[in-house]
């Protein structure tokens, strides 16, 4: 029987990856849906009906600023480009949401927050989950921060306001990286002759290889 962390992330990997069957791709129909943006708390969005035709599979999005007005209306152009984010209003629920949520790929974080700041929230994002990429949302005061972000880990920054086209292009690739990274575990943890290592040592050494030779 495989260990419980390999089937851990096996099943982790086959959801990220969205994988099917290509019998299934080829005869899948075609059709319309609802997509809609979901909230911590009991505030509704509505839903946006979107063609969902021959998408490929997008990021599960976790969006994360205290400027509730600001993270609903980039929420709302996410829906627009078929994502489904959930946002939430402070560092702390978004940890929440991470621990009941393992699918979740990418946070978009704003850096200057009450309370939790982000720095502070990316640290205990990648302490926790790892795998999970962030992109910064900063304004031109806080620079120094993202800077000091992208060292503990965060995958980009971008300044606010920001184009949608470009986010939508830092959150392809950010969720790309994550899948990419979470493949790369899986192969290593079903490897007969691994040496022991726990799982976040065994990541940092997949992304040490991954890292372009100077």
């Not at 290593?188 to 890292?211: F, H, S, T, V």
Request: aromatic share 6%; with cysteine.
């Amino acid at each position: 029987m495989l260990p419980r962390a390999i089937v851990k992330y096996w099943l982790e990997f086959m959801r990220t990856c969205r994988f099917r069957p290509t019998l299934e791709k080829r005869h899948q129909p075609e059709a319309r849906g609802q997509l809609s943006v979901r909230l911590s708390g009991e505030d509704k969005l509505g839903e946006i009906e979107v063609e969902k035709v021959g998408q490929m599979a997008r990021a599960k999005l976790l969006m994360v600023d205290n400027e509730k007005a600001f993270i609903e209306s980039l929420a709302r152009r996410l829906v627009l480009r078929n994502f489904t984010p959930v946002c939430v209003f402070s560092g702390r629920e978004a940890l929440e949401q991470l621990r009941k949520q393992s699918d979740i790929e990418v946070v978009i974080l704003d850096v200057r927050m009450t309370g939790m700041d982000g720095i502070e929230t990316i640290r205990e994002i990648k302490r926790r989950f790892p795998l999970v990429e962030v992109i910064m949302l900063t304004g031109h005061a806080t620079i120094e921060s993202a800077v000091e972000g992208m060292k503990i880990g965060a995958f980009d920054y971008l300044l606010k306001p920001c184009e949608i086209d470009v986010l939508v292009s830092k959150i392809e690739a950010a969720a790309a990286q994550n899948r990419y990274y979470a493949k790369r575990l899986m192969e290593e943890l079903i490897k007969p002759y691994q040496p022991k290592m726990d799982e976040a040592e065994l990541l940092r050494k997949i992304k040490e290889e991954a890292k372009p030779a100077k």
